[in-house]
């Protein structure tokens, strides 16, 4: 499996992004995605995660009510729509899928075996 993780950019405090991260290979396997950042000088942290059957989503408390986790399985991607975004939101942020069923720990990055590059979010005005 092979992930692509796209829509990076800089933005201000405030606005808005959304983030795309399209699977390719053998995607029949997944069972979870998630996403994490890490900014300079922090660990990788949970963002959101979701899983590929079913409505289960999870979110980090810094980020619920601003971030939304979805997925189009038809094009093997999951997006997470950002809103109101914070100076504190900045980092690089990556995407990650696993075969494993998604309720086993979805909130550490170890238990993910499939990763994107990352891609940067900047927010400042």
């Known amino acids: 499996v092979q992930l692509q993780a796209s829509g990076g950019g800089l933005v201000q405090p405030g606005g808005s992004l959304r983030l795309s991260c399209a699977a390719s290979?053998?995607?029949?396997?997944?069972?979870?995605s998630a996403w994490f950042r890490q900014a300079p000088g922090k660990e990788r942290e949970f963002v959101a995660g979701?899983?590929?059957?079913?409505?289960?989503?999870d979110y980090a408390d810094s980020v619920k009510g601003r971030f939304t986790i979805a997925r189009d399985n038809a094009n093997n991607t999951v997006f997470l729509q950002m809103n109101n975004l914070k100076p504190e939101d900045t980092a690089v942020y990556y995407c990650?899928?696993?075969?494993?069923?998604?309720?086993?720990?979805?909130?550490?990055?170890?238990?993910?075996?499939?990763w994107g590059q990352g891609t940067l979010v900047t927010v400042s005005s």
């Open positions: 979701i899983r590929w059957s079913g409505p289960a989503t």
């Open positions: 990650a899928a696993d075969g494993a069923p998604y309720r086993i720990n979805p909130t550490i990055p170890s238990r993910y075996r499939y």
């Open positions: 290979g053998r995607t029949i396997i997944i069972n979870g």
